[in-house]
Structure formats: C-alpha cells, structure tokens
C-alpha cells in the first residue's frame, strides 16, 4: 500500500477538472468554499427562523472576515431578518454579520456579508458556516444534496438549529439536526 492507497494514477490529473471549475487562483483571490461549482441546483435548504449551517473546512492561519450564500430561483419574500455566521466545530459562534433586517435578496444574487469582526483560525478543521432567514417566503440558495453520516466521526454537511430566530445568532449550535440540502458557502 502507497501513501496514496490502492489508487494508481496522478491526484493532480485526476482532479483537474476542479481546475477548470472557475474558481479563483486562492493564492490571488483567497477563499475557501464548502462546494466545487459543478453539480449545483436551487435547493431548499432554509425554512424561516431557523439557522442552517453547513460545514466548511478552514486552515490553520485563514482569516475569514465575510461569508457568501447564494440565492437560487427563489428571492427573499418580505424578509424581516437574515444574518451569517461563523461558528467553530464544536459549535460556538465565533462572529455574525449584521442583521439585514427587510433589506431585498433577488433571485439568482450572490449576497456576501461581513462578519462583525475578523476571525483568525488557529486550528485546520471543519467549522460551521451558518445562515437564517426570516421572511414570509425564504430563498432558495444554490447547493446540493448530501447524506446522512454513518461512519464515526463524520459530521453533518449541513443541520438546522433554532427556531423563531430574528437578528441574533445564537451562541452556540444546539441540538442540531441532519439536513439534506447543502448550501454553497463560500468564506472570505
């Protein structure tokens, strides 16, 4: 057995086509993103005043200072709060965004949002990139579909948490629930 396993060919050539993705050079335009591009559809990944979180890996020495979620075909309806979050692996909030509070989100939009303050990450892992909506019909966001965990130690790809959730992230991710939809989430 290789370091590689029972695989035989060249990692680079067979991840090539993330290449041509689109993405940024991360070394011009740093980012890290939960999702590659290709594969992704308007799913239903919110439900109104309850956090979806979906986990993205970050490294040692990022500083994550926004997070972008995507609308789908769907826009934000009469929204009356929505805000982004950061929240380390173990599910402490570690920065929010301001609460958008009735401001518009069309369909098909790219919506980034500062977090209030800088995180540094001082350990490689997965964390958690969290959003609610508020509003008489929520978003649609591009994402994918993923399941259940079954081995140990994996982690959801996306729960829920919360309910009747308005301007204020709560301090930590309690009791949070597999969800099949996984929004793109792309941190900066």
């Not at 940024?24 to 979180?53: E, Y």
């Not at 929204?79 to 098909?108: E, H």
């Not at 994402?143 to 996306?158: D, I, M, W």
Request: aromatic letters at 6%; charged letters at 10%; a neutral charge.
């Amino acid at each position: 057995m290789t370091l590689l396993g029972t695989f035989k060919g060249n990692p680079r050539n067979d991840l090539g086509w993330m290449n041509s993705a689109g993405r940024p050079d991360p070394d011009v335009v740093f980012h890290r993103a939960n999702l590659p591009r290709v594969g992704l559809d308007d799913v239903a990944a919110l439900t109104s005043g309850v956090m979806t979180s979906a986990a993205l890996y970050l490294q040692d020495g990022d500083t994550i200072s926004a997070l972008t979620f995507i609308s789908a075909g769907t826009a934000a309806g009469s929204p009356t709060n929505y805000w982004f979050a950061l929240y380390s692996g173990a599910g402490a909030l570690l920065a929010q965004s301001a609460d958008q509070t009735s401001a518009a989100w069309a369909a098909d939009t790219a919506k980034t949002l500062a977090l209030s303050s800088a995180v540094k990450i001082s350990k490689s892992g997965i964390y958690y990139a969290a959003i609610a909506v508020a509003a008489t019909t929520v978003p649609t966001l591009v994402g994918t579909t993923g399941a259940r965990p079954h081995l140990t130690g994996e982690s959801n790809l996306a729960q829920t948490s919360g309910s009747a959730l308005t301007a204020t992230a709560p301090a930590t991710i309690a009791t949070p629930a597999f969800k099949r939809q996984v929004p793109l989430v792309i941190a900066t």
